[in-house]
């Protein structure tokens, strides 16, 4: 079973870029397209963007500007970039994974609290 | 977007109850329709897949529907572990969207 560990620094500056990396283990990170999926506090699940090691990828237009998700083969792990945070950023961000673009969200990781506060 | 209209928005029941969640899709999206649980403070967990497949490993009394654009989760007997927030997200097309959840809770 495949298993996804988020780490990242868990406050980060408005205007700041906010980055964070996924770790894969269980199996290739080619083996699956890559997710990123964030929940604000009390509120509900939004999507941010997907990325496949192939090339293919697409991102929530909302955010479009200022998400980078990249997937590294070589490391096995996924990371997202989200640049001039704001505190509407203030999120728990979770990693994810599923077999196919069309297909259900197989795994999750156990979430990465980041808050935007100076 | 695609908007996804879940209801109720919270939900009172017993152990043993039979409950139903409904999701309302604002446009078609055939049955790229996937249910999740939430529990506090942890990450979703897939229950159901293209609206009525069960996911391996989740108990039988969760089950799917779809009639056109509306799906249903239902809970043939509630269990105690049962009691979390539940979300429908469709997987049509960019961007995934889900619904606004459904806090389970005990009577």
């Known amino acids: 079973q495949v298993q996804l560990q988020e780490s990242g620094p868990g406050l980060v500056k408005p205007s700041e870029t906010l980055s964070l990396t996924c770790i894969v283990s269980g199996d290739s990170v080619s083996s699956y397209f890559w997710s990123w999926i964030r929940q604000p506090p009390g509120k509900g699940l939004e999507w941010i963007g997907y990325?496949?090691?192939?090339?293919?990828?697409s991102d929530h237009p909302s955010l479009h500007s200022r998400v980078s998700i990249s997937v590294d083969t070589s490391k096995n792990q996924i990371s997202l970039k989200l640049s001039s945070v704001t505190a509407a950023d203030t999120a728990v961000y979770y990693c994810?994974?599923?077999?196919?673009?069309?297909?259900?969200?197989?795994?999750w990781g156990q979430g990465s609290l980041v808050t935007v506060s100076s | 977007d695609i908007q996804l209209t879940q209801s109720p928005s919270s939900l009172s029941a017993s152990v043993g109850d039979r409950v139903t969640i409904t999701c309302r899709a604002s446009?078609?999206?055939?049955?790229?329709l996937n249910w999740y649980q939430q529990n506090l403070g942890k990450a979703p967990k897939l229950l159901i897949y293209?609206?009525?497949s069960l996911q391996s490993g989740v108990p039988s009394r969760f089950s799917g529907s779809r009639s056109g654009t509306d799906f249903t989760l239902t809970i043939s007997s509630l269990q105690p572990e049962d009691f979390a927030t539940y979300y429908c997200?469709?997987?049509?097309?960019?961007?995934?969207?889900f619904g606004q959840g459904t806090k389970l809770d005990i009577k």
């Open positions: 446009q078609t999206i055939y049955s790229y």
């Open positions: 997200q469709q997987s049509y097309s960019t961007p995934y969207t």
């Open positions: 994810a994974t599923h077999k196919a673009v069309a297909g259900p969200i197989l795994y």
């Open positions: 990325s496949h090691y192939s090339g293919s990828a």
């Open positions: 293209s609206a009525s």
